[in-house]
RNA sequence: GCACGAGUAGUCUAAUGGUAGGACCGUAGACUCCCAUUCUACAAAUCCGGGUUCAAUUCCCGGCUCGUGCACCA
């Protein structure tokens, strides 16, 4: 693991993403756009499976939550409501002689102590005339503040002033719709309204690849529940005992080198965890990262300290990686409370309010949100492999991710091999697998190529396949190969992928027979 | 957004004020009874725009993109 802290790590991930077709920059052609990427084909196959993956496992398995799909843009009227029209722009302020950019409310703050937050641009203006503050790395005179606003702005339709907004975050769209979904629901807490989705933020600068982009993909639910049954959630009583890394808020006031373990029902009890109902998510979200093959010793949940989380919040814990560019957040938790509801009933004058427990109550909601791009890059780090042995680098992607689970070649490409493996080929796919042949080169090269890309099985058909209905199986993380017969290749390949089998077990079995 | 540096086939890279050479990858074929390492052929590039010049991939300016640092990350 000696190379995990390369610094040339993300541009070895890079490489291998563009040359086998994982992620590209768009509109590449015309040199592209800082912050925007497309997935290729084996990109798209992985958050395909990314994305069923948190599907089953949040929404599918859960009699009470359901999954939407909003509407990527959206009035102006719906982020006034939701405070993003003001929150979302930030006042900057540039220094006339060595143009370092400010927050104009910061550099106000650090100079005079007065909390500019909030305040017009006129009023920011004047505050710095009247108390002399100048650029603090080179004493030079600033400039007017101006805005910058973090939303990507349009209007709709021929009308002019009907302005709308790409969503920076999915979550509005189901705070809005909220009397319809919780119709749907019969009106019974609590319940989940998931959603995966597009969103976009006008970054002022993009950076690291995958991780700061100005269009990502977000998996969301928005859990709402009667704030006095906040830990009487019933979901909760599965994963109590699920031991997670945490970071309180008390570490963080010193240097803390190592999160503490401890079950969610500890840290729920402690408050270091919000509610159960929080708990429950997080506890998930530990173990989903580990299916799909990030070691649990390399991520964290950290409590959001209070500058760092909206005034509103009743308790933030992001889930932070350990990745060779830094901490980075790939998930956040968000104890939002009933802040959107409350916003959205009065702008709108509805009434958003639920009979729970024979009183009426307006829901709480906990929102744990993930970012796809982040998440899958963060597999494409923990899963790279260079080793001894090979002279070509590979993904150790577990089955539950990998973007092509098995391959299919011919020993040779001559004497009946060739058509023999791609029927097989057809037959596997046929049978529902993710099968992909290649007939080209060399075996070794084939071999190479699949591992690549994280292949876990690759089956050979040789002179024996042709006279006894046998083929190998070659695994990609001992390279060892196992020979079966046809008929049984299927159930081996299922209980291989399911990983009900080990692939030291098949060769065991194979020895006694 | 700012400062500095960089931008040549898919990837890595060489060279040049007279439009570019290699390696790997790829494709086709030969060879080949299991791990990219044989042989032949082919395909593929000077980020974009402007300027200087007879001539710019090369020099200058602007933009875009990437990297690093600063700032920002509701």
């Known amino acids: 693991m ?25 509109a590449e052609i015309y040199g592209g756009s800082s912050g925007f990427f497309d997935l290729g084909p084996l990109g798209t196959l992985m958050r395909q499976k990314l994305v069923d993956f948190w599907r089953q496992l949040f929404v599918l398995d859960n009699d009470n939550i359901f999954e939407i799909d909003g509407s990527l843009l959206l009035p102006e009227s719906v982020f006034k409501a939701s405070g993003h029209l003001d929150s979302f722009e930030d006042p900057l302020i540039q220094c006339k002689s060595c143009k370092s950019m400010y927050r104009a409310d910061h550099i106000i703050a650090q100079n005079t102590g007065i909390s500019a937050e909030g305040l017009s641009l006129e009023e920011l203006d004047k505050i710095v005339e009247e108390n002399k503050i100048v ?28 302005k709308g907004y790409l969503r920076p975050e999915t979550a509005q769209n189901i705070f809005v719709n909220f009397k319809r979904y919780a119709s749907f629901m019969r009106n019974k807490l609590p319940f989940g309204i998931a959603q995966v989705g597009k969103s976009f933020r006008n970054e002022i600068s993009p950076r690291n690849f995958l991780i700061r982009v100005r269009e990502f993909e977000q998996m969301e639910i928005e859990m709402f529940f009667d704030p006095e049954m906040a830990n009487k959630f019933s979901l909760f009583d599965f994963v109590e005992d699920v031991e997670i890394n945490i970071v309180t808020k008390e570490m963080q006031e010193k240097e803390w080198s190592k999160p503490l373990s401890m079950s969610v029902k500890d840290a729920v009890e402690k408050r270091i965890i919000p509610n159960q109902v929080m708990g429950y998510f997080i506890a998930m979200e530990s173990e989903m990262l580990q299916a799909l093959g990030i070691p649990k010793e390399s991520f964290w949940f950290r409590f959001m300290l209070p500058h760092e989380t909206p005034h509103y919040s009743g308790g933030n814990l992001d889930l932070e990686v350990k990745l060779s560019i830094g901490n980075v957040e790939i998930i956040g938790n968000a104890y939002r409370t009933d802040y959107d509801l409350k916003k959205h009933q009065k702008a709108s004058k509805s009434t958003f309010t639920i009979v729970s427990n024979n009183k009426k109550v307006l829901p709480h909601v906990v929102e744990p949100s993930m970012g796809v791009g982040r998440i899958l890059y963060t597999i494409l780090e923990y899963c790279y492999r260079e080793d001894e042995s090979r002279t070509w680098s590979w993904f150790k992607f577990p089955a539950s991710i990998a973007p092509i689970e098995i391959a299919v070649f011919p020993l040779m490409k001559k004497d009946g091999l060739a058509e023999y493996a791609q029927d097989l080929h057809l037959d596997l796919k046929d049978a529902g697998f993710v099968s992909f042949y290649d007939d080209s080169g060399k075996i070794g090269k084939r071999y190479a190529r699949a591992d690549e890309i994280g292949i876990l099985y690759c089956i050979t058909v040789d002179y024996e396949s042709l006279e006894k209905d046998t083929v190998t199986i070659r695994d990609r993380d001992s390279t060892k190969q196992a020979r079966v017969p046809i008929e049984d290749l299927e159930d081996v390949l299922d209980a291989l992928l399911e990983e009900e089998l080990t692939f030291e077990e098949l060769l065991e079995n194979q020895k006694n027979n």
């Open 2 to 26: 000696s190379f995990m802290t390369e610094e040339n790590r993300i541009e070895k991930i890079i490489d291998v993403c563009l040359r086998r077709g994982f992620v590209n920059q768009s």
């Open 135 to 162: 650029c603090p790395s080179c004493k030079g005179e600033l400039d007017k503040a101006r805005q910058f606003n973090l939303m990507f702005s349009t209007g709709i339709g021929p009308v002019s002033g009907n």
